[in-house]
């Protein structure tokens, strides 16, 4: 009573004939729209892995929404903070609204969607051969996510150190909200302790999940993670970050 607020609890779970309903109670008022449906979660899904297809940096992107629809964007060179040297830093996902490339941000993504695709394969009695002739369909796109964004954090990785940048951003004020008319400076941001504990932890995690695939490309990956791992070790900082990574790479070679 003290806060003012009208509760209920309305329970329909035993109702299972599929269609599109909404709920409507006095007080309330009327709920969004929701369907009840045998394949809903492949909608949700599918729509889920658009999204990450319609954050591409530097793809021709054609959608049937046009707002999606843009052409390659961000050609321009990345240069190091500060300094005159550049990197290519081409592909990726914009992580928000500036289309900047958070590395960080697109680690946690990766790794949630790593996950899933884990949960619903074993992959670790499956042979390149049983992969090509199994069902994956409905998990292909999945990957080709996460392998777009993989290129891009092998771009990231400084060769000398193993070490990781934080991402590629612009301090400038976004004035345009088409991204292949976007003409602003980007810069490579920092090296980062966190952006390379992240990216060793989701380049063993790909590896294992694609070496059925593609060995060399998996191999490739579990290098990087390892050199980036070797980084980490030479700071002497030990945290849930770097935790993350060494439990990935334990998981992925034993």
Not at 135 to 142: E, K
Request: glycine letters at 6%; one cysteine or more.
């Amino acid at each position: 009573e003290e806060s003012g607020l009208y509760f209920a609890k309305a329970e329909f779970s035993d109702f299972e004939k599929e269609g599109s309903y909404y709920l409507q109670a006095k007080y309330i008022g009327r709920s969004y729209s929701f369907d009840i449906a045998e394949d809903r979660l492949h909608t949700v899904y599918d729509n889920v892995v658009s999204s990450f297809y319609y954050h591409r940096c530097g793809l021709n992107l054609i959608g049937e929404i046009g707002v999606n629809n843009h052409r390659a964007c961000h050609k321009k060179e990345t240069y190091l903070k500060d300094t005159e040297i550049t990197l290519d830093t081409s592909g990726g996902w914009h992580t928000d609204n500036n289309f900047n490339k958070n590395v960080v941000e697109s680690t946690k993504i990766m790794s949630e969607l790593m996950l899933t695709y884990e949960f619903l394969h074993d992959i670790g009695n499956v042979t390149k051969q049983e992969v090509e002739k199994a069902d994956l369909d409905s998990m292909q796109s999945l990957l080709d996510e996460v392998y777009y964004e993989i290129q891009f954090l092998l771009k990231m990785q400084d060769q000398k150190t193993g070490a990781f940048y934080g991402g590629v951003q612009s301090d400038e004020e976004l004035a345009t909200v088409n991204p292949e008319d976007d003409i602003r400076k980007f810069y490579v941001a920092d090296i980062s302790t966190t952006a390379t504990a992240e990216c060793v932890a989701v380049l063993a995690q790909f590896s294992r999940i694609y070496e059925p695939i593609e060995p060399q490309i998996a191999l490739n990956c579990l290098n990087a993670a390892a050199k980036g791992y070797g980084y980490l070790e030479r700071q002497n900082q030990f945290n849930e970050e770097q935790y993350y990574a060494a439990c990935e790479l334990y998981k992925t070679t034993g």
